[in-house]
């Protein structure tokens, strides 16, 4: 984190709201998030929360009804680093884009997964390797996109044959053919 504060000063880690209720629950219990004054339904209301204002109020209305064990662990992480009404509240410079878990990052480790071990060892295999998994993304797409199209064509051509079978002295337009498959 030091390293990409140097280029940006105004970073800051935010914990992925997913993995922080995961934890919520081990610690504190309550899986459901729907029992008034517990941790997790505290968080998930904190994580609702519009502004800073809305965010002390919650705390102030709820946290003398909850344990003490569940308030010191909601307040064992800064709030800006874990709402992103505190977060954004910052600096004018700051947005979340409505982003509050780290759900795609993962996605995108867990796909590099093999390329990501491979750079320690060789760094031109590990670039070689990325760029066979990305062809190779590449021509599924296609052929995916290719057979769809093939699809689509074989269903309105079964679509119009079927018509013109049904009633042959009546011509379809292709707009009446499209009109009767969306229907």
Not at 41 to 53: F, S, T
Not at 86 to 97: E, G, K, N, Q, T
Request: glycine share 2%; aromatic share 10%.
């Amino acid at each position: 984190m030091d390293s990409v504060k140097l280029v940006l000063p105004a970073a800051g880690h935010f914990h992925c709201s997913y993995h922080r209720s995961q934890n919520i629950i081990k610690m504190c219990g309550g899986d459901s998030g729907k029992v008034p004054n517990s941790a997790l339904w505290m968080y998930n209301k904190l994580m609702k929360c519009k502004n800073v204002e809305q965010l002390q109020y919650n705390k102030d209305k709820h946290f003398v009804n909850m344990s003490k064990k569940d308030i010191n662990y909601l307040n064992s992480i800064d709030d800006e680093s874990q709402y992103p009404a505190a977060r954004c509240a910052m600096d004018l410079s700051v947005f979340m884009y409505s982003r509050s878990s780290s759900g795609t990052a993962e996605s995108m480790n867990k796909a590099n997964k093999e390329m990501r071990a491979r750079t320690a060892v060789d760094l031109l295999n590990a670039c070689i390797m990325l760029l066979i998994k990305s062809f190779n993304h590449c021509v599924r797409s296609s052929r995916a996109s290719y057979k769809n199209l093939i699809n689509r064509f074989h269903f309105q051509s079964l679509t119009f044959q079927v018509l013109q079978q049904s009633q042959p002295n009546r011509w379809y337009s292709q707009k009446t053919i499209y009109r009767f498959l969306l229907h």
